[in-house]
């Protein structure tokens, strides 16, 4: 259970007088403590829906224990330190993110359409200012923390946890003058006994957004997983497994684009069964009531929804789950292939967490020398695998009673 000092008293998270203290602290200058490790870590306290959050300091994740809510590994070992601050701007006074994102949510006549969601050309053209549509999906599962794995989480993500956490992450970013759960759609998990309820709350979400005066048509944000790509009259048609009665259309155009771009991806999710295939997607509904794609991006997640690239990278993920190691995968955001980044810090290891690296078999003397930066951080222990070498030995895990789950 995590424990808090405020104002020199001790309070656990879920004590009946915390709420009463944060009451009182809001808006001064008094910061809860952390206490995962002494003397303890600044937090601030923000309010939403008339209850009271403790949140962790903008880019302090990394000072928590391991085993703490708060934990996350330096940002500059994945994609995240270079849109955080630009792309994604905290406001510790009142809690909310805001996140800038470089597609449209809305469809103006005249407009040219997006360009493919190639997410190398994606990652090279993207700006640190701006979030692409796959940085988004990043930053929603790394928010989500879905991410994270320790041995306790065996057995317990569902596409209902999943859900749960992505519409949690939500909460309080804001974009383009919108809360971002006003354009968001993850869909719920599906249980035909509800099959009514559940369109219902779909088209709930669909109508107030077309109430709310934004110009142009609507564009809502899809997160959710492929089930199939089917015929149709024209184009294709997207079946997410928790939607099977709600399709998106597929322009035969975009589809080509996705079929060129997202090769390997759909080869991977063909060969492995348990794999998942992700799809951020933009989308309108028209008067029909069709949802029609207008960019997507697609991201690979292992049984237990770890986001991955390719085979090398799903087979160190699933070692590391077999071996019951406690680690956080780090995501490229826009950042390109060819610059590096930790494909995993492991936080079990003695003395200082280890990050890993993923050496490519064509990388460049520009990627090394990033690489070499990288390395040069002495609060971390680093391992390099190399393409084509053994997987390196990982074994020098530190026991701990770990016991957060999620």
Known sequence: ????????RLFDEDGPALQAALGRIHHTKIRPLCLCVRPGIPM????????????????????????????DPPAELSGLGEVLGHAIKEDIEDGTTALRLDFALNKVPGRAPPQPSNSEQESIKGETSKLTIRSLLHFLWDEAHLTHWNPAMEGKRSWATIHKYLVRAAQGKYTKGLHLPSTLYVPEPFYVDRKGEIAQR??????SAESAGRTGQKLFI???????VTAARYGKKVILKQVPDFPFMLSSDLNKRLEKVYKDEVSLWNAFPEIHLVMIATFSVGGAGIADIEEMALMLANEHWLPFSNVDEKNLLDSLVTNGRRFVKGLRYNLPSSRPLASVILSDTSEKHTAVYMIPGNASDGFMAALGELLE??????????AGDAMP????AVPHAFNTAE
């Open 44 to 71: 601030y306290v923000a309010k939403s829906n008339g209850h009271y959050l403790i949140k962790r300091m903008p880019e302090s994740g990394a000072g928590h224990a391991a085993d703490c809510g708060s934990y």
């Open 202 to 207: 779909r088209s709930a979400l669909i109508a």
């Open 377 to 386: 951080n002495d609060r971390l222990n680093h391992v390099q695998w190399a």
């Open 1 to 8: 259970m995590q424990r808090y000092e405020i104002d020199g």
């Open 393 to 396: 030995d990982l074994s020098q």
């Open 222 to 228: 899809v997160v959710g997983e492929i089930k199939e």
